[in-house]
């Protein structure tokens, strides 16, 4: 089973994946991140989430346009995001493969989660805020 939620950013592809794909200013933006923990030198990493713990061994990437991680001993599959040019904004789509329909809901609840967190941190820097004063929690107001 798979499913993808999307959201429009305001920002440049290049920069909405940059920050996708750096892991360890994931716990930063993403609400539903809590850690990242390198397991093996730039292959595998754990990942401590409200979900349940996430161990990526293999990733596939296209610089700018799309990134996928694939999981072992988790219940998904894999999780992804597709970076697309969309006039002056970026669609962003975060997709994940998982077996148990039962999991469905709880997946496009955090994914919807996640995809505001991230816009919310892009309109933060977009707006000239500092990286270090981002706060994940107080910023989740915002559509």
């Known amino acids: 089973m798979r499913i993808e939620n999307k959201i429009e950013i305001n920002s440049?592809?290049?920069?909405?994946?940059d920050i996708v794909?750096?892991?360890q200013i994931g716990p930063k933006w993403n609400p539903v991140?809590?850690?990242v923990i390198e397991k093996e030198?730039?292959?595998?990493?754990l990942l401590k989430s409200n979900v349940g713990d996430i161990l990526i061994v293999d990733t596939e990437s296209v610089e700018n346009e799309?990134?996928?991680w694939h999981m072992e001993n988790s219940d998904m599959n894999s999780i992804g995001?597709?970076?697309e040019p969309k006039g002056d904004l970026t669609e962003v789509t975060i997709w994940t493969e998982f077996e148990n329909k039962k999991l469905r809901k709880g997946y496009e609840k955090a994914a919807d989660l996640v995809l505001?967190?991230?816009?919310?941190?892009?309109?933060?820097?977009?707006e000239g805020g500092d990286p270090e004063d981002f706060d994940k929690k107080q910023l989740m107001v915002s559509p």
Not at 12 to 17: E, G, L, Q, R, S
Not at 41 to 45: A, L, T
Not at 116 to 125: A, H, R, T
């Open 12 to 17: 440049t592809p290049k920069n909405v994946y």
């Open 21 to 23: 794909i750096d892991g």
């Open 33 to 35: 991140l809590n850690e």
């Open 41 to 45: 030198e730039g292959q595998k990493f």
């Open 66 to 68: 799309h990134v996928t």
């Open 81 to 83: 995001y597709i970076v």
């Open 116 to 126: 505001k967190g991230l816009k919310n941190y892009v309109d933060f820097l977009e």
